[in-house]
C-alpha cells in the first residue's frame, strides 16, 4: 500500500490513474450512445497529461533527465535509455499526434477512434509503469 498512497503525490497520482480508467470504462459502455466526441477527446487528453506529469513527478524522472546530462547526481527510478522511457517516449508521440490531429479533423468517427487510440496508449503506458515499480521497488 505504501507504493501507492505513501505520500501526496504518490495517493493523487494512484487516485488519478483510477480516475482515468474509470472515466475510459464508462466511456466504452456508454459509446453507442454518445453523440459528441470532441469533449471526450478533450478531456482524456488534458487528463493524460495531468497523470503522466503526476507519475513523472513521482518517480522523479527529471533526475534521470539530469543524471543522462551529466551531472553527479542519482538518477529517478526509470534511466533515460530504459525501455520504460523509451516505450513512454513512443506512446507519448502516438498521443500528441492523436491530439493535434484532432484540432484539425472535425468529424464525430474519427474523434470516436481517436479517443479509443487515446485510451490504448494511456492503458498502456499506466500498466508499463505501475508493472515495472511493482518488479523494481
Known amino acids: 500500500m505504501e507504493l501507492y498512497f505513501g505520500n501526496i503525490i504518490t495517493s493523487i497520482s494512484s487516485l488519478s490513474i483510477i480516475?482515468?480508467?474509470i472515466y475510459i470504462g464508462?466511456?466504452?459502455?456508454?459509446r453507442n450512445t454518445i453523440?459528441?466526441?470532441?469533449?471526450?477527446?478533450?478531456?482524456?487528453?488534458?487528463?493524460?497529461?495531468?497523470v503522466c506529469i503526476?507519475?513523472?513527478?513521482?518517480?522523479?524522472?527529471?533526475?534521470?533527465?539530469?543524471?543522462?546530462m551529466g551531472e553527479s547526481i542519482e538518477a529517478g527510478l526509470f534511466?533515460?535509455?530504459?525501455?520504460?522511457?523509451?516505450?513512454?517516449t513512443l506512446a507519448g508521440a502516438v498521443i500528441g499526434f492523436a491530439a493535434l490531429s484532432s484540432l484539425f479533423i472535425r468529424k464525430q468517427g474519427y474523434w470516436k477512434v481517436m479517443f479509443f487510440i487515446l485510451s490504448s496508449t494511456?492503458?498502456?503506458?499506466?500498466?508499463?509503469i505501475e508493472a515495472s515499480r511493482i518488479i523494481m521497488l
Not at 453523440?35 to 495531468?50: D, F, Q
Not at 503526476?54 to 543522462?68: F, G, K, P
Not at 534511466?79 to 513512454?88: D, E, V
Open 79 to 88: 534511466t533515460l535509455p530504459s525501455i520504460q522511457s523509451r516505450l513512454c
Open 54 to 68: 503526476l507519475v513523472a513527478t513521482r518517480d522523479d524522472y527529471h533526475y534521470s533527465v539530469r543524471a543522462a
Open 19 to 21: 480516475s482515468i480508467w
Open 26 to 30: 464508462y466511456t466504452y459502455i456508454k
Open 122 to 128: 494511456i492503458i498502456f503506458k499506466t500498466l508499463l
Open 35 to 50: 453523440k459528441t466526441w470532441g469533449r471526450r477527446v478533450l478531456c482524456i487528453v488534458l487528463w493524460g497529461l495531468w
